[in-house]
């Protein structure tokens, strides 16, 4: 196997190809955090040929191809860990306390949506899990033609298409219980599961910088969010502006969820915390 030796980058050139970055994505990378775009970005450099990396930060400012190679370097440097049921101790608190409510209060006012969306979403393991769950919570023949939508959204583009293809190895799905594992997915003939077309179909994937408020209107009427394991990329400058708009997204008694080590003190103080089983929720 070909080992890419690590490029190192002055100083200067850190702060520049950080600073352009923070401007495209609100990603914030601390000094102490440079050995990460180092890593991440050496393969890069050698392969597309540049010189070093002032011609690439050179080639991003003014080249007619930097959006396509925006694309390239938000695929290397955004992290892809996750899987499905990841944080069950919230999906726990989804399931069985604020889907219900949810349910409950368009049932009130005579609407049948649902509208659920799951930033950064990765390679989709979260909202086919999500998908999975509404399935089974709202499989009585009451519910039978209720709007579901469920929309993924990621900054990088190579993520979704994996999202879309819908294949996972055995250790995306190790959490998946086997009465799932039998009713939502199939396996192929190189031992991929593939998530079955009725889960597949709840979901929409966008690609969606969560710095581009533009981009986020779109984003309106949310019942639901997941931001999950998110806010560590940002500084507390972008969570603010990050949140501001997960906020205007929902819904008047709509729920947040973020990460378990995540919070949002000093960060908003525009919702209500709710907590249930030890789990924090955010009800707007």
Known sequence: MLITKTIEMSDNTFHSLRDMIYARSGMHFPDNKKYILENRLSRRIEDAGFENYEKYIEFLRHDAGKEKEFTNLFNIITTNETYFFRDNSQLQVFESTVLPEIVQKQKNKGCKTVKIWSAACSTGEEPYTLSMMVKDKLSAPEYKDWEIEIHGSDISEAVLTS??????????????????????????????????????????????????????????????????NVLIYFNEASKKRVISSLYNS???????????????????????????????????
């Open 163 to 228: 999202a879309r293809r819908g294949e996972y190895n055995d250790y995306s799905v190790r959490n998946v219980i086997p009465q799932h594992l039998s009713k939502y997915f199939s396996k192929n003939a190189s031992g991929k599961y593939i998530i079955n077309p009725e889960i597949k179909k709840l979901v929409r994937f966008s690609n969606i910088n969560l710095s581009d408020d533009s981009a986020l209107r779109m984003y309106r009427g949310m019942d639901i969010i997941f931001c999950r």
């Open 250 to 284: 929902l819904v008047s008694g709509g729920y947040l969820f973020i990460g378990h080590s995540e919070s949002l003190f000093n960060v908003t103080r525009a919702f209500n915390i709710v907590s249930v089983d030890s789990n924090l929720v955010y009800r707007k």
